[in-house]
Nanobody, 126 residues
Framework: QLHLVESGGGLVQPGGSLRLSCAASGDTVEMHDIGWSRQAPGKEREGVSCISQYSGRTNYADSVKDRFTISRDNANNSVYLQMNNLKPEDTGVYSC???????????????????WGQGTQVTVSS
């Protein structure tokens, strides 16, 4: 069974960058669709990005398109979320999941996946 652990969050100024990691163990990450979501205090969970198994097709929320990049490193059995040009509204707890489906034909939603991890905190503030 695939087990995922998120890391890489922190405090960054607006316009800065962070790279989040979703490290997998127990199975091969390439064999699973992986999704990233975020949740800000008092707000609903929001789907951010996902990458499909094998082919690596990707999908992004409109709010992060052209700023965030999801990638998979098979050698390190991990999925990454590179976040550039961060904005205060990107603040939240970012989590990954392998229990779901990544569609590149529909608007990404947090409900595409379930059993989100505990996540890593990202705070964008000056």
């Amino acid at each position: 069974q695939l087990h995922l652990v998120e890391s890489g969050g922190g405090l960054v100024q607006p316009g800065g960058s962070l790279r989040l990691s979703c490290a997998a163990s127990g199975d091969t990450v390439e064999m699973h669709d992986i999704g990233w979501s975020r949740q800000a205090p008092g707000k609903e969970r929001e789907g951010v990005s996902c990458i499909s198994q094998y082919s690596g097709r990707t999908n992004y929320a409109d709010s992060v398109k052209d700023r965030f990049t999801i990638s998979r490193d098979n050698a390190n059995n991990s999925v990454y979320l590179q976040m550039n040009n961060l904005k205060p509204e990107d603040t939240g707890v970012y989590s990954c999941s392998a229990k779901g489906f990544c569609s590149v034909y529909t608007i990404i939603a947090a409900t595409d996946f379930s059993s989100w991890g505990q996540g890593t905190q990202v705070t964008v503030s000056s």
